[in-house]
């Protein structure tokens, strides 16, 4: 195991345990710890440099009401990486300047996503490549809500037909997000996501 180390916050996603089996697959030490930790215990396990990076599980909520729970702003002032899942990607966008809104049905299940942009994440990682070129990854999608506006500095990552933002980027800082479930087996090229975000 790698002495750095990934913190997942989560917000209780049934399958928060499968993201951090995910990371240990790919021999780097994790630790998930409830999504409303304060800042200064943030800090605190910051402070001794070996924080490799910050994934924001999935949820149930809805980002937009205001008895849910948000991410602590430090996340994303550290200057670490930081990988948004689903929920995770949603209260990203919602905190940092985007839009989310209600999606009118549950997307649940199989859904083919483009890769757009090059992102240092997805670049070359694909399950098939359409006529025109576009690479495209088969994935798991279980989700309300959705990002309809991207914040400021963040391109678009991934998008399928019912959710043309499914996936996101600010390369600048490090911030990454999926609406997508890349820990679960049904997406088949989640574990090498998981692995480039967390190795790389």
Not at 144 to 161: I, Q, R, Y
């Amino acid at each position: 195991m790698s002495h750095q180390k990934i913190l997942i916050l989560d917000f209780g996603s049934q399958v928060t345990q499968l993201i951090a089996r995910r990371v240990r697959e790919a021999h780097v030490f994790c630790e998930v710890f409830p999504c409303d930790v304060s800042e200064e215990w943030l800090r605190a396990y910051a402070r001794d440099g070996q924080l490799k990076g910050i994934i924001l599980s999935g949820s149930h909520a809805s980002v937009y009401e205001e008895s849910t729970d948000k991410a602590p702003q430090l996340v994303f002032e550290l200057g670490v990486p930081v990988l948004g899942i689903c929920y995770g990607m949603q209260t990203m966008a919602h905190q940092l300047g985007g839009v989310v809104t209600s999606g009118h049905q549950r997307e649940f299940g199989h859904a083919d996503v483009r890769a757009h942009g090059h992102t240092a994440l997805l670049n070359g990682i694909q399950d098939y490549t359409t006529p025109m070129g576009h690479g495209m990854l088969q994935v798991w999608m279980s989700h309300g809500d959705k990002v309809t506006e991207l914040p400021p500095g963040f391109k678009l990552m991934a998008s399928t037909d019912s959710c043309p933002i499914a996936g996101m980027a600010n390369e600048e800082k490090r911030f990454y997000a999926l609406q997508f479930h890349p820990e679960v087996t049904h997406t088949k090229r989640g574990a090498a996501i998981l692995e480039r975000f967390v190795l790389e």
